[in-house]
């Protein structure tokens, strides 16, 4: 058995070297300079690929590189990660990738048309099962504000009457209140 296992990694072996060295050989540095295998990055950037910038506040930085502070919506050691608020970093750790209806580079803008397209993306999709149920609900919705404005005048109606001494017809109130003010 352990015969067995050394063969499998003694042929494996070459294969997994020769794989590592063609990674290396391959490997892109975007902002900076393949020194024996690895990218050495020009000061702003950091990363396996150099790839990611460093979003300080400002140009000071510590002797080991790092920012004093961070631009809004950026993170990490060097600044170099970006915040999605209502989203996910892309795979490239580069930008985000908002939910829906959210917007921006750091996924926290909210625009009304994209609230709006949203919701009658949501009603469309619910198709006509959709609207059958919105229809008792509006209905449900309508009762109950009936209802209330019903309460509140006859509630309205008694204080008046409580307090003046008056005796007060519920319709009355119930048209004042239905007045805009
Ligand atoms: C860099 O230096 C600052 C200040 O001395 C320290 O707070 C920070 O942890 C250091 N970062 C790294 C990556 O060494």
Redesign the pocket.
Known sequence: MRLLASAIFLVLLPLIVSQRVRMRSTLVCKNGERVDGRCMCTPDYVGRHCEKKKMCDSFRR?H?G?CFACLEGYSG?FCEDIQCVNGEVDKNGLACICEKPYSGPFCSDLNTKDVYRLYNNRAYMMGPLGALCIIPMCALFYGCERMARKRQAKRVATMLGDVQNLTVHTDAVKSLLAEDV
Do not use: I, V
Request: glycine share 0%; hydrophobic share 0%; charged share 25%.
């Open positions: 510590y080991n790092t050691e």
